[in-house]
């Protein structure tokens, strides 16, 4: 039998492991402790779940493309600094809620990013989207507000922040419709309103007579555009009230929206006029229905 060591030397190496062991019981029980309260904390905030896709990815390098590409080939005697374009652009909502956006934080931007229209060039439309741009990059004359450098560089493109982040939010951005001021929204009615009081000369409006109602008051074009043009720059109005190739023709200038919009362009001291669909446009219609009756060159009775 083996008999116990019991020197002080033994007691004392003992003691010390007996205090090692201790220690490392409570250096784990802090451990455990630590991540337990870690995880019982409440996590961070999370962004507020908006109905719309959140911000376009890669918004930067494609404003910053876009905004070169703009002032190199689109318009290249227009002298721009597009670095400071961006961070102004970026500086009016990161860091904001996007349904508490006002005209004044994009003021400057839009400072920096006008520039002139010549006359007789301007035209507005609503509800023409794809045929209206189908026609000056045709046409190569008249500009809407996407053929200049406010609408060129943000067209289809999504953005907002979060009051709660320095970050933009890429999880989801406010609809166009879901509050009233928010990020993309006033940035578009702010674009419009100085594309329109830039107009000068023959302004022309392109609109849609395929749906019931052609003009509406809540529209861009009628909320914002008509109301500013200047009177004392814009002499005429010209409508045209465009349908789809396919259906009858119809007179939609003898519609009562068209006949709303003729009083609101008249009691401003403008000129109006107003065609149903407008041949030059008809012909862009005609280049994807070339069979369709209205797009035939000679009639069958000649």
């Not at 053929?147 to 890429?170: F, I, Q, R």
Request: hydrophobic letters at 35%; glycine letters at 4%.
């Amino acid at each position: 039998m083996v008999r116990e060591d019991s020197s002080p030397w033994s007691q004392k190496c003992r003691c010390f492991m007996l205090g090692l062991v201790v220690i490392l019981m409570l250096g784990i029980v802090v451990i455990f402790v630590t991540v337990i309260f870690a995880r019982r904390r409440d996590p961070p905030a999370e962004l507020p779940q908006w109905k719309g896709g959140g911000t376009t990815h890669n918004l930067k390098e494609i404003i910053l493309g876009r905004c070169f590409t703009y002032i190199r080939m689109v318009n290249p005697g227009l002298r721009k600094d597009c670095l400071k374009i961006w961070e102004t652009f970026e500086n009016a909502f990161i860091s904001k809620n996007p349904c508490n956006i006002t005209e004044q934080d994009y003021q400057p931007l839009m400072e920096l990013a006008a520039h002139p229209i010549l006359c007789n060039k301007t035209l507005l439309w609503s509800k023409t989207n794809e045929l209206a741009h189908q026609y000056t990059k045709v046409q190569g004359s008249l500009l809407t507000l996407e053929d200049t450098l406010l609408g060129y560089m943000a067209d289809k493109v999504t953005w907002c922040g979060s009051p709660s982040s320095t970050e933009m939010n890429y999880q989801s951005c406010p609809r166009w419709n879901e509050c009233t001021n928010n990020s993309n929204t006033i940035y578009w009615k702010m674009a419009s309103k100085i594309f329109a009081e830039a107009a000068c000369g023959v302004v022309y409006v392109m609109l849609n007579g395929s749906i019931s109602q052609p003009f509406r008051n809540s529209s861009i074009f009628g909320s914002v555009e008509i109301h500013h043009l200047n009177p004392e720059k814009v002499p005429l109005v010209k409508i045209w009230v465009m349908h789809n190739i396919e259906e009858q023709s119809s007179d939609s200038c003898s519609d009562s929206s068209i006949k709303d919009l003729k009083s609101i362009i008249e009691g401003r001291n403008i000129a109006f006029s107003c065609e149903n669909d407008h041949r030059d446009v008809q012909f862009i219609q005609c280049v994807r229905n070339p069979e369709q009756k209205a797009c035939r060159i000679c009639g069958t009775d000649h």
